[in-house]
């Protein structure tokens, strides 16, 4: 399973790094939205459930992963322009699916506000509408280290809160990547928790009534930055969503434990294939309309 790479021209502005995981008998296209400090890398256990029963889209933001080398990072992209260039993906790669991870929610939800002809569902992984006091606690010390450019305490933030629950393989994984970034993704990233903290929440509540398809919230039991229980929130602004619960799992989900990656893969394919057999009982019961 290889994908076809190629680097975009987004907008006159941009290039972005792309991949093309490309299933001869798929009949739709999901496209995947990183979360903060990440890359097409931190997709790899996704891509296995969801390839071949889709044609998978992954891509690094200008300023990420094997994007960097391809722009000036000349000044800050806010997340409107993020949803810019996640929309001219959608439609370069004629996508009919978005899922997003984390951070990825927030240009996600904002390009779905503006209601794509194209995409029909949407996945939001690890996500809530609001900062509870353990998001907010971690995005003060994680800008304070960012700000200094403290690579190894950046590592231990990182692992200490949202990542406590990952194998070690996968903490010293992600040690070793956000030890190792730039120091404008650094800059990068505090614009966007500034930017969150100054309007005193993720202000993604504003744009998410504008929604009309069908979206599907997944979340760890176990993630207090995140919380299942907070993800519900979203009733109150999104016409049509549904909630799933992973047992045992934190803010990464698939990438924690092998129980944790089968209960993420059921979710998902549940949800983006219905008329298939997987649709389990559980996953109806839990569906939730809102408004």
């Known amino acids: 399973m290889k994908p076809e790479t190629a680097v975009l021209d987004i907008q006159g502005h941009y290039r972005v790094y792309t991949e093309f995981y490309r299933a001869d008998n798929a ?88 209601r794509p002809q194209r995409i029909k569902r949407a996945v939001i992984n690890s996500f809530s509408p609001i900062v509870n006091p353990a998001m907010l606690g971690y995005l003060r010390s994680g800008l304070i280290v960012m700000h200094e450019y403290d690579r190894e305490s950046i590592g231990m933030v990182l692992n200490g809160t949202i990542g406590k629950h990952l194998p070690s393989l996968f903490k010293r994984y992600n040690h070793r990547h956000v030890t190792s970034l730039e120091h404008y993704e650094y800059d990068q990233m505090s614009f966007h928790v500034e930017t969150v903290l100054n309007n005193g929440g993720r202000s993604c509540v504003s744009f998410a009534g504008q929604i009309e398809i069908p979206l599907l919230f997944v979340n760890g039991e176990w993630d207090e930055y995140t919380t299942p229980q907070d993800a519900r929130l979203f009733t109150q602004h999104v016409r049509h969503c549904e909630f799933r619960t992973i047992a045992q799992a934190g803010h990464f989900l698939d990438m924690e434990h092998k129980a944790a990656w089968m209960q993420t893969r059921d979710a998902l394919l549940a949800f983006l294939l219905p008329s298939q057999p997987n649709r389990s009982h559980e996953a109806i019961l839990e569906h939730a309309l809102a408004g």
Do not use: M
Not at 33 to 49: C, D, E, I, K, P
Not at 67 to 78: L, P, Q
Not at 102 to 109: C, D, E, F, Y
């Open 27 to 114: 009949e739709q296209t999901i496209i995947l939205v990183n979360g903060s400090l990440s890359t097409t890398a931190s997709f790899a256990q996704t891509v296995r459930y969801l390839y071949p029963h889709f044609n998978v889209v992954l891509f690094d933001l200008p300023y990420a992963g094997q994007s960097r080398e391809h722009n000036r990072h000349e000044r800050f992209i806010t997340r409107e322009e993020e949803a810019d260039i996640l929309l001219e993906l959608v439609e370069h790669f004629a996508c009919d699916i978005v899922l997003s991870f984390s951070w990825g929610g927030i240009a996600t939800l904002q390009a779905l506000a503006r």
